[in-house]
C-alpha cells in the first residue's frame, strides 16, 4: 500500500527553529491532501499544517506566522518549517496524507495513512 516516513524532530530551546520532512512511498497512489497533526501530553491530536495538492496552505491560529508548510510533489514529499519555537509547542507531530490508491484499474481506494510520528521538544 502506502506509508509515510518523519524525520527531523529533536530537543530545541524556545525561539530556536526545526525543520520536519515527511516522504510518502509506495505504488499506485496519488496525493491529495498532506498535513502535519501534533499531540502534546495530555491533549488531543490537533492540525497544525496542511497543503492539498491544488490549493493554499491553512494553518492553525496557534503557529500561523511562524510555521510554513511546503511540498516538493515530485518526490512525495512534505515539509514543515518551524521558527520562533515556543515551549507549548513541544509534541508529537505526525505526517498525514490523503491519498487515492488504485492497486489494479477498475479500483480506487482513499486512504488515510499516518507516519509513526517525531517528538519536538521546545526547552524554556
Known amino acids: 500500500q502506502v506509508q509515510v516516513v518523519e524525520s527531523g524532530g529533536g530537543l530545541v530551546q524556545s525561539g530556536g527553529s526545526l525543520r520536519l520532512s515527511c516522504v510518502a512511498s509506495g505504488r499506485a497512489f496519488s496525493i491529495n491532501i498532506m498535513e502535519w497533526y501534533r499531540q502534546a501530553p495530555g491533549k488531543e491530536r490537533e492540525l497544525v499544517a496542511a497543503?492539498?495538492?491544488?490549493?493554499?496552505?491553512g494553518y492553525a491560529e496557534a503557529v500561523k506566522g511562524r510555521f510554513t508548510i511546503s511540498r516538493d510533489n515530485a518526490k512525495n514529499s512534505v515539509s514543515l518549517q518551524m521558527n520562533s519555537l515556543k515551549p507549548e509547542d513541544t509534541a508529537v507531530y505526525y505526517c498525514?496524507?490523503?491519498?487515492?490508491?488504485?492497486?489494479?484499474?477498475?479500483?480506487?481506494?482513499?486512504?488515510?495513512?499516518w507516519g509513526q510520528g517525531t517528538l519536538v521538544t521546545v526547552s524554556s
Open positions: 497543503l492539498p495538492t491544488s490549493g493554499s496552505p
Open positions: 498525514h496524507a490523503g491519498v487515492t490508491w488504485s492497486p489494479i484499474v477498475e479500483q480506487s481506494h482513499r486512504l488515510d495513512v
